[in-house]
């Protein structure tokens, strides 16, 4: 039986995620949104709010993109990862941590020379 056409969106939307030049933004804001609820105090003493911390986390990861800019991207992957990072929760196990880095391992394919 075909899907009706107004079905079919909704199963394709799994397997689309952020551009390349988006993903590492999004993580920022999902990381940064984390930070402040899970571990106000902190958040609060480090940055003056979410925009902030996104900010120096895109300072941060510069050097992270330039590594991975010749690999390839998996948009999908990177939906997944993302989202992984917002289903951890705030006090999350060994076995939850694992499944996210698990789950982030497949955004990036950098060849078997750098054993991605």
Avoid: N
Wanted: hydrophobic residues 35%; contains cysteine.
């Amino acid at each position: 039986m075909p899907v009706p056409p107004p079905l079919l969106p909704l199963l394709l939307l799994p397997a689309c995620g952020p551009s390349r030049d988006a993903f590492f933004e999004r993580l920022a804001h999902v990381v940064c949104a984390t930070w402040f609820e899970c571990e106000p105090d902190y958040a609060e003493g480090h940055w003056s709010d979410e925009g902030d911390c996104e900010d120096e986390y895109a300072e941060a990861v510069d050097d992270l993109k330039a590594a991975y800019a010749d690999c390839a991207y998996d948009r999908g992957a990177g939906g997944d990862c993302i989202q992984a990072h917002r289903d951890l929760g705030c006090d999350p196990t060994g076995a939850e941590t694992d499944a996210l880095l698990d789950t982030c391992e497949h955004v990036w394919d950098c060849g078997e020379e750098t054993g991605g």
